[in-house]
């Protein structure tokens, strides 16, 4: 007994704390960033209508739409026109320092309570997509991804560690991340096993008649006037999502496993109009890439150039 409750600590010790080179931070730091950038740089010309007092939702209206333990900035600010401009351009200036990793953690920790309080001054804004963008803010805290591709890698306190020190990491900031992610998947399959259309394969053909949502970009109309290929497509979706909570978690699988979630969501990215959430969700497999591989790869490309 005691064998096998030793083992079970010796796994669980590699699982989270083990030593590894977690480059693939930095790579996910600099695409988390620019999807942020863009997300609320697509705000400016109607941040007033949104989030101003004069606007479609004043502050005390905003919070009888949202649960009254929710917490936002601006419950303490001024209601001013010019206060929000202000907390607005700070949002966007942490988000560009995350992207160029300047003190990293810090600009994580500002981007994840900015967007969390303009978040809770319009709720009926925001959906899913939004929702997923502040848990991972709020992982990138814990994540080392400043030590990676970053302006952090300048300064001297940065530069006097080894090299051993600066690039490997216990791995349980990043198990939480790939935790989360996981979820992600696991609750979507749950919830759309729950449906009857999605098991009847109908789902694929009701969402490819809503115009606002479907239709982005040509397909060809046999995927579109053939119900047995709409159902296929539906099945095909729903495996690949049941697949990939799995493959990702095993070292023989994970590679075919990204490669399958990039196809997916390239695919729906094509057909849908949901905004960002497809390129975000790539972004978080590159969290599922082993960093060593990563530095290997970089290590070739480097070989490989003319000197």
Same mark, same amino acid.
């Given at each position: 007994?005691s064998? &096998?409750? *030793?083992?079970?600590?010796?796994?669980?010790?590699?699982?989270?704390f083990?030593?590894?080179?977690?480059?693939?931070c930095?790579?996910?730091r600099? $695409?988390?960033? &620019?999807?942020l950038?863009?997300n609320?740089?697509?705000? =400016?010309? @109607?941040l007033e209508? =949104?989030?101003?007092e004069?606007g479609?939702?004043g502050?005390?209206?905003s919070?009888t739409v949202? *649960?009254?333990d +929710?917490w936002?900035?601006?419950?303490w600010?001024p209601? +001013? @026109?010019? #206060?929000?401009?202000?907390c !607005?351009l700070?949002?966007?200036?942490? +988000?560009?320092l995350?992207?160029v990793?300047?003190? +990293?953690?810090?600009?994580?920790?500002?981007?994840?309570v900015?967007f969390?309080?303009?978040?809770?001054?319009n709720?009926l804004?925001? @959906?899913?997509?939004?929702y997923l963008?502040?848990?991972?803010?709020f992982?990138?805290i814990?994540?080392?991804a400043?030590? !990676?591709w %970053?302006?952090?890698?300048l300064r001297p %306190?940065?530069?006097?560690l080894?090299?051993?020190?600066?690039? =490997?990491?216990?791995?349980w900031?990043l198990?939480?991340?790939?935790?989360?992610?996981?979820?992600?998947?696991?609750?979507t399959?749950?919830e759309?096993?729950?449906g009857a259309?999605w098991?009847?394969?109908?789902a694929?053909y009701?969402?490819?008649?809503? @115009? *606002?949502?479907?239709?982005?970009?040509?397909?060809? &109309?046999?995927f579109?006037e053939?119900?047995?290929?709409?159902k296929?497509?539906?099945?095909a979706v729903l495996?690949v999502e049941? #697949?990939?909570?799995?493959?990702?978690?095993?070292k023989e699988t994970?590679?075919?496993?990204?490669c399958?979630?990039?196809?997916?969501?390239l695919?729906?990215? !094509?057909?849908?109009?949901?905004?960002?959430?497809?390129?975000?969700?790539?972004?978080?497999?590159?969290?599922f890439?082993?960093?060593?591989?990563?530095?290997?790869?970089?290590?070739?490309?480097k $070989?490989?150039?003319?000197?």
């Amino acid at each position: 007994m005691s064998l &096998s409750i *030793d083992g079970a600590r010796q796994a669980w010790n590699r699982f989270f704390f083990a030593p590894t080179n977690l480059s693939q931070c930095g790579i996910f730091r600099i $695409a988390y960033a &620019s999807l942020l950038l863009i997300n609320i740089l697509v705000w =400016w010309p @109607d941040l007033e209508r =949104w989030f101003g007092e004069h606007g479609v939702l004043g502050y005390e209206a905003s919070r009888t739409v949202i *649960d009254p333990d +929710t917490w936002t900035l601006f419950a303490w600010l001024p209601k +001013t @026109d010019g #206060v929000l401009w202000g907390c !607005y351009l700070l949002l966007i200036g942490h +988000t560009f320092l995350l992207l160029v990793g300047l003190f +990293t953690r810090f600009q994580a920790a500002c981007v994840f309570v900015w967007f969390t309080s303009f978040q809770h001054r319009n709720l009926l804004l925001f @959906d899913g997509e939004d929702y997923l963008f502040r848990i991972l803010a709020f992982l990138l805290i814990f994540l080392p991804a400043g030590n !990676y591709w %970053s302006l952090d890698r300048l300064r001297p %306190s940065m530069r006097r560690l080894s090299v051993r020190r600066l690039c =490997w990491h216990p791995v349980w900031p990043l198990r939480l991340a790939q935790i989360q992610i996981t979820l992600v998947y696991v609750s979507t399959v749950w919830e759309k096993l729950r449906g009857a259309d999605w098991l009847d394969g109908l789902a694929a053909y009701y969402v490819s008649r809503l @115009d *606002d949502v479907f239709g982005r970009f040509p397909v060809p &109309s046999i995927f579109l006037e053939s119900l047995f290929v709409m159902k296929l497509l539906t099945w095909a979706v729903l495996a690949v999502e049941c #697949v990939l909570p799995i493959g990702l978690w095993f070292k023989e699988t994970r590679r075919w496993a990204i490669c399958l979630g990039v196809a997916l969501h390239l695919a729906l990215e !094509y057909t849908m109009n949901l905004f960002l959430f497809h390129w975000l969700m790539i972004t978080c497999l590159i969290l599922f890439i082993e960093g060593t591989l990563i530095r290997q790869g970089l290590a070739a490309i480097k $070989a490989r150039r003319p000197h």
